[in-house]
Antibody
Framework: EVQLVESGGGLVQPGGSLRLSCAAS????????MSWVRQAPGKGLEWVAN????????YYVDSVKGRFTISRDNAKNSLYLQMNSLRAEDTAVYYC????????WGQGTLVTVSS | DIVMTQTPLSLSVTPGQPASISCKSS???????????LYWYLQKPGQSPQLLIY???SRFSGVPDRFSGSGSGTDFTLKISRVEAEDVGVYYC?????????FGPGTKVDIK
């Protein structure tokens, strides 16, 4: 059974940083693209970033380019999202998902950017 | 960016009756490889989204056969043949052909 468990969310001030983690199990992590998708409170879904199996390709939505960095550690079956220069509009539940098109999703971790 | 639109934005359905959601994209989702990269997700209340349909019409693992997808190019439809109480939630379409991947605004389905 595919399991994706996010962690690292919390309350942070504008301009601050957070690092999200996603622990994957139940599938061969190194064989799949991985993605981050977010959902602002009461809003729809927004794709944030994805990363190729070996980390050689990474793509981001324009609103986070230069501020967020997606990475992975295949030896640890883990996906990461380093978020810097956070803004109020980054407040959302962040989901880790398996695959380029998010076939399986974690339960999400809430990031709140507020002073 | 490809803009995805959905109609209706909300739908109230009697159990056992069919339901249909339309999704339109601002550009064709047909790739040169012959595949069409249109996906449907359901987010049940209080839960994470789950993939229902991939590449227009293929049901993801474990998805009941009362769900079906159809369409081509820029116009797509998700149909539920007989709505059950467990089908309530918000349905999203998503395009996977061009970055950034983009979702429709969602269609909220509830039971009458």
């Amino acid at each position: 059974e595919v399991q994706l468990v996010e962690s690292g969310g919390g309350l942070v001030q504008p301009g601050g940083s957070l690092r999200l983690s996603c622990a994957a199990s139940g599938f061969t992590f190194s064989s799949y693209w991985m993605s981050w998708v977010r959902q602002a409170p009461g809003k729809g879904l927004e794709w944030v970033a994805n990363i190729k199996q070996d980390g050689s390709e990474k793509y981001y939505v324009d609103s986070v380019k230069g501020r967020f960095t997606i990475s992975r550690d295949n030896a640890k079956n883990s996906l990461y999202l380093q978020m810097n220069s956070l803004r109020a509009e980054d407040t959302a539940v962040y989901y880790c998902a398996r695959g380029y098109i998010a076939a399986d999703w974690g339960q999400g971790t809430l990031v709140t950017v507020s002073s | 960016d490809i803009v995805m639109t959905q109609t209706p934005l909300s739908l109230s359905v009697t159990p056992g009756q069919p339901a249909s959601i339309s999704c339109k994209s601002s550009q064709s989702l047909l790739h040169s490889d012959g595949k069409t990269y249109l996906y449907w997700y359901l987010q049940k209340p209080g839960q994470s989204p789950q993939l229902l349909i991939y590449e227009v019409s293929s049901r993801f693992s474990g998805v009941p056969d009362r769900f079906s997808g159809s369409g081509s190019g820029t116009d797509f439809t998700l149909k539920i043949s007989r709505v059950e109480a467990e089908d309530v939630g918000v349905y999203y379409c998503m395009q996977g052909i061009h970055l950034p991947l983009t979702f429709g605004p969602g269609t909220k389905v509830d039971i009458k």
